[in-house]
């Protein structure tokens, strides 16, 4: 193992090759892409040289196990185990190696959205736990509810690695309660689909974090481009006047996709069109700059009569449970308020997806079929 790791090692040294000592003939946005890539692989080496055998062997999986590649979830752990390696099993030089490959493969904006959602998983715990210290103890469910806040934990994220970085396909999934990253490598392509981003508190109102708030940009971005509308526009936006519980494309559900609905993009004016690009490059903004460019390209490619947007639930409540969906080809967009407490609904569900290409299954020309996640 140890000289694969040297091999690999060694084929990684080309990130130190500044971009414009690359062969002449290369375009511009290959060059890119190449240093990206070699900086990715040289991150997800270093990370793997940082393991023992133990550990190695379990963050390392096939391209082709299905269940591996597939094996994210948006519920706490202990209601969906998930495979790799836990953080929680992690020396601090080991979690620094994990850091760095995160970063190299994400953007400044996507790195630290997926880390704060890392690390809010602890504020979610100090609210639980002063919840139910609050709880009389003859409260009936206290006891359980004093063990499931287990679940609310930053070193419960579960890291594995698809193929042999020295390849030129392979991959890396970080996963845990409310995110989960999935990245492929193919021949110097990034994907990044499915990208499920989450948190409970969307909005912190109480304690020392008073104040901090998760995905408020998706929602202002789309409240933006809802506002906009015309009234016969959003007439065509809105499909109905409460959330449909199972069009959320989560876990299991991609094939729950159904034809786009809302209104077309060819529909709007100018000012509604960089309205709708400013919501999708919110989105688009967490991958690195090479793969939001390739997923831009093939969005634009598509064509503005096969994108919409779409919006289930209230259109006058930031606070109420509300739903927007962007949909085409290469992208859909999800976005969901669920319920956090009584009468409240200050809890998210995100997702980014590529119906032609999650997890890089066209690059690779496989298939990956998730199993249905409650």
Known sequence: ?????????????????????????????????????????????????????????QVMASLDDNHARTNWSNLPVGMAPRSGLAVADMAPSQRIALHAMM???????????????????????????????????SDPNKAQAQSFIANYDTEKFFVSVFGDPSEKDW???????????NITVSDNRIAFTPLFLGANPQIVKQGRYAGWRILQHEADRASALLASLKPEQVSQAVLANAVDGDVFLGKGREGR????????????????LKLLHGLIDEYLGDASD???????????????????????????????????????PSIVID??????????????????????????????????????QD
């Open 103 to 137: 970063a190299a493969a994400l953007s400044s904006q996507g790195y630290f959205k997926t880390t704060t959602i890392m690390w809010h998983e602890d504020v979610l715990h100090d609210i639980a736990a002063g919840a139910i210290a609050a709880m009389p103890d």
């Open 257 to 272: 996709l159904g034809a786009p609905a809302g209104i077309a993009a060819s529909e709007l004016d100018p000012v509604q």
């Open 335 to 372: 976005y969901v308020r669920e319920r956090s407490g009584e009468n409240e609904f200050n809890h998210v569900h995100s997702i980014a997806r590529d119906p032609s290409n999650d997890y890089g299954a066209e690059w690779l020309e496989r298939h990956y079929k998730e199993a249905h």
């Open 1 to 57: 193992m140890k000289a694969f790791i040297r091999s690999v090692a060694i084929a990684a040294m080309a990130v130190a090759v500044p971009v414009t000592q690359l062969a002449a003939h290369e375009s511009e946005e290959h060059a890119l892409d190449e240093a990206r890539v070699e900086a990715m692989r040289a991150a997800t080496v270093a990370f793997l040289e940082s393991l023992d055998d133990a550990q190695r062997s």
């Open 171 to 181: 991959g890396w999934m970080v996963t845990g309660h409310h995110f989960a990253a």
């Open 290 to 328: 090479e793969a939001a460019a390739r997923q831009r390209a093939a969005i634009k490619s598509d064509g503005m009569d096969s994108l919409y947007f779409a919006w289930w639930g209230p259109t006058d409540d930031p606070a109420a449970r509300y739903m927007f969906r962007v949909q085409g």
